[in-house]
């Protein structure tokens, strides 16, 4: 296995917490707290705030993963000081209410997620401002020194724009919003139809 190298990571504080409960305080929904690798990738939920569609969520993921999520009386008890990010499930405009919300309280990147095991679920996934894939891969190309070459990023929603806005050759796929497909370069086949193998071939033959 190649080593592993952490370039950068930028993590939220636990003191945001209540300022975040105050942000959800008028939603009828709550959100989970991801606590990262460190952390064994665990999960911390309080279920008596959940909205019903989340709590299903969570609860069936609970079930597969009886070791990653942990229901909670008070996020106070988390164990870590820092974690990477938190994240908001629910019907789309519930969850776009969720980014409003929270944005006039916090500064955080939280791009709002399609979840394609439930055509009806979403995701708002708030992270620290910096904490985007346009970020990472704008150190990854400065870190290689890759500055001289074609950068080719594929992304299929929201939380790819970023990554495709650094990108020289951007793949998008044909299921994604269209906001993200007037950025593209090429569009490929859905994600479920391997798409990005026909995108890949095309950007390498038409632009490298």
């Not at 069936?60 to 996020?75: I, T």
């Not at 919300?101 to 708002?124: F, R, T």
């Not at 724009?161 to 497909?181: F, G, H, R, W």
Request: glycine share 4%.
């Amino acid at each position: 296995m190649p080593d592993a190298k952490v370039l950068n990571s930028y993590y939220l504080s636990k003191d945001i917490i209540p300022t975040l409960d105050k942000a959800f305080a008028s939603i009828n929904t709550d959100y989970v707290v991801y606590c990262g690798v460190e952390f064994g990738d665990r999960c911390f939920f309080r279920p008596q705030e959940l909205a019903s569609i989340a709590l299903d969520f969570v609860t069936s993921q609970q079930r597969y993963y009886v070791d990653l999520w942990h229901p909670l009386e008070c996020f106070s008890n988390i164990p870590a000081q820092n974690f990477p990010t938190i994240k908001c499930y629910g019907l789309k405009e519930d969850v776009l209410a969720v980014t409003q919300q929270v944005s006039k309280y916090l500064d955080l990147h939280m791009p709002v997620i399609h979840m394609p095991i439930n055509n009806n679920l979403y995701i708002g996934q708030a992270s620290h401002p910096k904490a985007s894939k346009g970020n990472a891969l704008k150190r990854l190309v400065d870190e290689l020194n890759l500055s001289s070459l074609p950068v080719i990023a594929a992304g299929d929603y929201n939380n790819d724009e970023s990554m495709l806005t650094i990108a020289d050759i951007k793949i998008v796929m044909d299921s994604a919003p269209e906001n993200l497909k007037e950025k593209a370069s090429i569009i490929a086949p859905p994600s479920e139809q391997l798409g990005i193998i026909e995108g890949l071939t095309k950007a390498i033959k038409d632009f490298t």
